[in-house]
């Protein structure tokens, strides 16, 4: 994206230089923010599986968007109660508590819909803003740092509304909040796609590793070697001059101790105890395993 010619303080720590034909605003300005009251809150015997309006709740959230297909219900009486959270198309939605921040945006709403306790709906007020590119900015750092600004360095448990409308952001004119929005949406879409093809590609390359494994211990490595039956259900063929034996034939197999260790700082008299933990692409590193104390000579793990 091409830079513009100047750029100005925004005066918000977190957001540093805008723009110059850009303004900041925060979230009162433009939009209301509402959610479900407490004494409004619904009995789990009110969440229907169908009925008259959509209850979206904070696990209804589906990559950015929401899952109308597992959506509970609730009937016109409940939906009736509280007008400001009965939504619209091109609302935004965030959760408020447990995992703060998810968000979505309301789309193809093709019945009444409303929201359970644990999200705020955000709605613009003017013509000049969109939800969409708001959505965008809830995205991006400036949203975490403006949290981690407020929190005073506690965990983030609940978003509180009185907290979130004073979120200040950059506010550009509308026609440039939707060419930034589409562009997000547009190159997003292009990176998730990508991340599923090299997700799919590692896939193969995975199956590929496995099948050249199993190839070469049971099979060799000499593609032309008479094979016979070994007899055993699993294992298949193998090559007519290989056994097939007990791993207990060959090996003893030992695992560690079950006491509660010591961990004490390395010295003379300790050595280090190995966990899952210290396994690293098929090899254990050493330089993390903690410390206990020696015990019998021979009790080790040996080269």
Same mark, same amino acid.
């Given at each position: 994206m091409e830079r513009y010619e100047k750029y100005k303080d925004s005066g918000v720590e977190w957001i540093g230089d805008i723009p110059g034909e850009w303004e900041i605003k925060k979230i009162?300005?433009?939009?209301?923010?509402? /959610?479900?009251?407490?004494?409004?809150?619904?009995?789990? +015997?009110?969440? &229907?599986?169908?009925?008259?309006?959509?209850?979206?709740?904070?696990?209804?959230?589906?990559?950015?968007?929401?899952?109308?297909?597992?959506c509970y219900h609730i009937d016109k009486e409940r939906y009736d109660e509280d007008p400001?959270?009965? &939504?619209?198309?091109?609302?935004?939605?965030?959760?408020?508590?447990?995992?703060?921040?998810?968000? /979505? $945006? $309301?789309s193809r709403l093709e019945k009444p819909a409303c929201l359970n306790s644990g999200i705020f709906v955000v709605r613009s007020l003017n013509k000049d803003f969109s939800t969409r590119y708001l959505f965008w900015v809830l995205k991006s750092n400036l949203f975490y740092q403006f949290n981690d600004y407020t929190s005073y360095g506690s965990t983030i448990q609940h978003l509180?509304?009185?907290v979130f409308v004073e979120f200040w952001y950059p506010f550009p004119m509308l026609k440039i909040q939707i060419i930034i929005a589409n562009y997000l949406d547009q190159k997003t879409a292009q990176i998730d796609e990508l991340i599923v093809q090299k997700e799919r590609l590692i896939e193969l390359y995975e199956e590929e590793k496995t099948a050249i494994i199993n190839q070469a211990v049971t099979k060799g490595i000499n593609p032309d070697v008479e094979l016979k039956d070994s007899g055993i259900e699993w294992l298949g063929e193998i090559p007519v001059h290989w056994q097939a034996t007990r791993l207990n034939r060959l090996i003893r197999v030992k695992d560690g101790t079950h006491e509660t260790?010591?961990?004490? +700082?390395? +010295?003379?008299?300790?050595?280090?105890?190995?966990? +899952?933990?210290?396994?690293?692409?098929?090899?254990?590193?050493?330089?993390?395993t903690k410390q206990s104390l020696q015990r019998t000579a021979g009790e080790g793990l040996r080269p």
């Open positions: 009162k300005h433009k939009c209301y923010v509402k /959610a479900r009251v407490g004494w409004k809150g619904l009995k789990s +015997s009110e969440f &229907l599986t169908n009925g008259y309006s959509y209850l979206i709740t904070g696990i209804d959230f589906k990559k950015d968007k929401i899952d109308w297909n597992d400001y959270i009965q &939504l619209k198309d091109e609302d935004l939605l965030i959760t408020k508590d447990g995992t703060i921040g998810k968000l /979505a $945006v $309301v509180y509304q009185n260790p010591s961990y004490i +700082s390395e +010295s003379e008299n300790s050595y280090p105890l190995v966990t +899952s933990k210290d396994f690293e692409k098929g090899q254990i590193n050493f330089d993390k």
